[in-house]
């Protein structure tokens, strides 16, 4: 078994999707701007799940564990979430219905997160997938989509912070946004600068100077190098074995979501692998959720609903490497599985411009979640120091 089917399930439904959109009405101009998806204390909070999980290695079922709530850690740390592109309404801006493939996916990349910090996340009007698809993502698309998360960020900072740490978190059309953010806020902000975490920034092209951590996308929020470092950046984009094509929408400059203003003999797209923050190889630790995943993009991978556990671990199944070749910076994963191992394995399944993007969260799910938490844990060791001092 394989992730990646044929993308033309999904190309066809795309299709209907995005001749839908080209009849659909704008949303009222009275609809809010967003909605708490996840939220401390909102019922049927998606973000807020079993975690029970079953490991299985090639042979056999290793047992099962669930990852205790980090009750110190989650006193002092907020995460905010923003999900990837999953809207398959018509139209080019998705409205604030709360829908399956939405719960869904904080559900598989959010909820994972969620032991070592209380949990923000809205429901945002992003571009849809028809309008990806369709090439409908203008200008203003894209500013309906961001004043979305903004005004939803807002919100939590002048609410809920109350001076807390803050871990980002997003993937795709979603890392696009808290790019913006940071640019905007934690860039050019000190004092709000010091209460970030890390920024978890998967799938969307983050830019950096060539030989820097940073000069690029930002100008003092760097790079990540070790896992205890503060106020810095995890960023990737994955691909399976050869360098990205040169019409990849991402790892190259030039692609989904990189500004166009960068020159390539200067900058890169950002790659700090959560396996070796050092770039060099070191083993994922790969976590799915098992439920049938209710979007457009459910087909294109595996059915999991056999395991017992609501999430599988697969250990010893791949490693992953920064790689840089023919102006492209990647995530490079390899399967270092024997022949014989049933598991299922990682595809492209929308094919080699995308590489594993659909699956990159979880496939290294494991290992951001022991990053993020080792840096939560250095947070709060940092705050506790300054309280000494002021004494």
Not at 21 to 27: G, H, K, L, N, Y
Not at 81 to 100: E, F, I, M, R
Not at 305 to 315: I, L, M, N, Q
Request: one cysteine or more.
């Amino acid at each position: 078994m394989r992730f990646g089917r044929s993308g033309k399930y999904l190309v066809a439904l795309l299709a209907c999707v995005a001749f839908g959109a080209a009849q659909a009405q704008p949303a009222a101009s009275a609809e809010p701007k967003f909605k708490w998806l996840c939220k401390p204390g909102r019922a049927n909070d998606p973000c807020q799940t079993s975690l029970r999980t079953e490991t299985v290695s090639k042979d056999e079922s290793l047992g099962f564990s669930t990852p205790k709530a980090l009750t110190r850690l989650r006193n002092k740390v907020d995460c905010f979430y923003v999900y990837p592109t999953v809207s398959s309404q018509p139209g080019s801006n998705a409205d604030l219905t709360k829908g399956p493939e939405i719960s869904g996916i904080a559900e598989q990349q959010a909820a994972r997160f969620a032991p070592g910090c209380r949990m923000f996340a809205p429901i945002y009007r992003q571009y849809t997938i028809a309008a990806i698809f369709g090439s409908q993502i203008t200008e203003e698309t894209s500013e309906i989509a961001y004043g979305s998360v903004k005004a939803a960020w807002n919100e939590y900072l002048r609410k809920y912070n109350k001076g807390r740490g803050i871990v980002l978190i997003g993937h795709s059309q979603g890392t696009g946004h808290l790019e913006q953010l940071i640019s905007e806020t934690f860039d050019r902000k000190p004092n709000l600068r010091k209460r970030l975490v890390s920024a978890v920034l998967i799938g969307g092209n983050v830019i950096v100077r060539k030989g820097k951590r940073t000069g690029g996308s930002f100008n003092r929020v760097p790079a990540c190098a070790r896992a205890t470092e503060l106020g810095c950046v995890i960023a990737f984009s994955s691909f399976l074995k050869d360098p990205p094509p040169e019409e990849a929408l991402f790892g190259r400059l030039g692609g989904a979501l990189a500004d166009p203003g960068f020159d390539p003999s200067t900058h890169e797209v950002m790659c700090v692998n959560p396996a070796r923050l050092d770039g060099s190889k070191g083993a994922l630790k790969p976590l799915y959720n098992t439920a049938t995943f209710p979007g457009l993009y459910g087909p294109l991978l595996p059915d999991l609903t056999g395991y017992e556990a609501s999430w599988v671990r697969f250990p010893n199944l791949y490693r992953a490497s920064c790689r840089k070749a023919d102006g492209a910076s990647w995530l490079d994963i390899r399967d270092v599985s024997t022949g014989t191992d049933p598991r299922p394995r990682i595809g492209e399944p929308l094919g080699r411009e995308w590489g594993s993007h659909l699956t990159e969260v979880n496939d290294t799910a494991g290992n951001l979640v022991r990053v993020v938490t080792s840096q939560e844990k250095a947070y709060l060791k940092r705050i506790a120091k300054q309280k000494r001092k002021r004494r």
